[in-house]
């Protein structure tokens, strides 16, 4: 895990030595507003699957120190308690500048746990915005949780939460606003459905008048993310959440649960394609980039030509 965090030299054939072993676990994300209590409910999560006898792994995704460029380890601190148990491996990483909540090595690292033997493995996210989704192209099920009020907050994001929550959890209901924290997501996720099923009625109705075989009925089958109250520092709630996963693992089975796990296995593949191509395209242009960095500088050169260029060259190694 070190090596592959590290993007060490031969990493990337560890991973391909290991990945006839991965697809057994199942990969939880856990995403949410900073203070929801992610890893408090992670740690009541990792306690609920070991009393089912399941080994767990977790990758927790911290923010990347200043100093060292690490993981400052602080979701590791909240589950301590776990330490000494040898069916739990706790691996924190850092998110070194990357977007999208997740560090671009976390998904490998779960791939590792995966090979390990893990029956379960918990990914943490550092947070959950309109650019911080990712979680949802490397998990089967995803937690988006959410403290009592923060309204606002949910609103302002509420595009990217619909597509990327599996399970809301409104952690901390114990506290004033939890109940109107979940109508609130109830009324967002119903308005969501309803704006769906009227676009795919404005397309059946032009289908029908173009000479379409039918239309697609308006419950097509899809997941509706079910709204949850759970109190994870006293552990109430966490046997329905275990129990929703469940029933979410199980649409996964079905038609189009199917299809959305061929387009997370697309999204996947385009991403390492992307890397690849670009880790690919600085060790071999190098010095041409920054001689085109010079030149767009000194305003010799527009970027986009720059970068037409650059391409250019590339291809023609």
Known sequence: MRLIDDRAAGHVDILKDLYPHVGKAWLVGVTGTPG???????DRL????????KRVGVVAVDPTSPFSGGAILGDRIRMQRHFTDEGVFIRSVATRGAL???????IDVARVLDAYGCDVVLIETVGVGQDELDVTRSAHTTLVVVPPGGGDDVQANKAGILEVADVFVVNKADREGADAQVRHLESMIALGREIKAGRRAVQVHIGH???ALGGAPVDDGS??????????????????LCAEIVRHRAW??????RERRAR????QLLGHFRDTLIEAALSELGAKIDEAARSVQEREIDPYTASEGLIAAFRTR
């Open 100 to 106: 999208g909540g997740l560090s671009r090595s976390a």
């Open 252 to 257: 996964l089975e079905t038609d189009a649960g």
């Open 46 to 53: 990792i306690a609920t699957y070991r009393k089912e006898g």
């Open 223 to 240: 997941w509706s993310p079910p709204v949850l109250k759970t109190v994870a520092a006293r552990g109430e709630g966490v046997d329905a």
């Open 264 to 267: 997370q296995q697309h999204e």
């Open 209 to 211: 008048h173009a000479g």
């Open 36 to 42: 929801a209590g992610k890893s408090t409910l992670v």
